[in-house]
């Protein structure tokens, strides 16, 4: 079981940035196994995969968000990073960080972040 814990969120205006963090409890070997994503679901919108960061580096990102948000991992700290700048009032949901390796899946319980006009 690995649970995931985020943190960094918040209110900010329009043109701002942010930057949130997954902390992971698996120990690092295992956490350098895992692919990890951070999805968000804006109220009455599906759930959306933002950004994945694979566990050889490779990122993929929503074309929303390309050129204006960062994921990142370190390994060492067993943290995933998205670095979200130029943010947008679009990019206004809860935002969910996402461990998957085989089979498994886990979920952090999710955080907020609000972008003001």
């Known amino acids: 079981q690995v649970q995931l814990v985020e943190s960094g969120g918040g209110l900010v205006q329009a043109g701002g940035s942010l930057r949130l963090s997954c902390a992971a409890s698996a120990s690092g070997n295992i956490f350098s196994t895992y692919a990890m994503s951070w999805y968000r679901q804006a109220p009455r919108k599906q759930r959306e995969l933002v950004a994945t960061?694979?566990?050889?580096?490779?990122?993929t990102y929503v074309d929303s968000v390309k050129g204006r948000f960062t994921i990142s991992r370190d390994n060492a700290k067993n943290t995933v990073y998205l670095q979200m700048n130029s943010l947008e009032p679009e990019d206004t949901a809860v935002y969910y960080c996402?461990?998957?390796?085989?089979?498994?899946?886990?979920w952090g319980q999710g955080i907020q972040v609000t972008v003001s006009s």
């Open positions: 960061i694979t566990n050889i580096g490779t990122t």
């Open positions: 996402n461990a998957r390796v085989s089979v498994f899946v886990y």
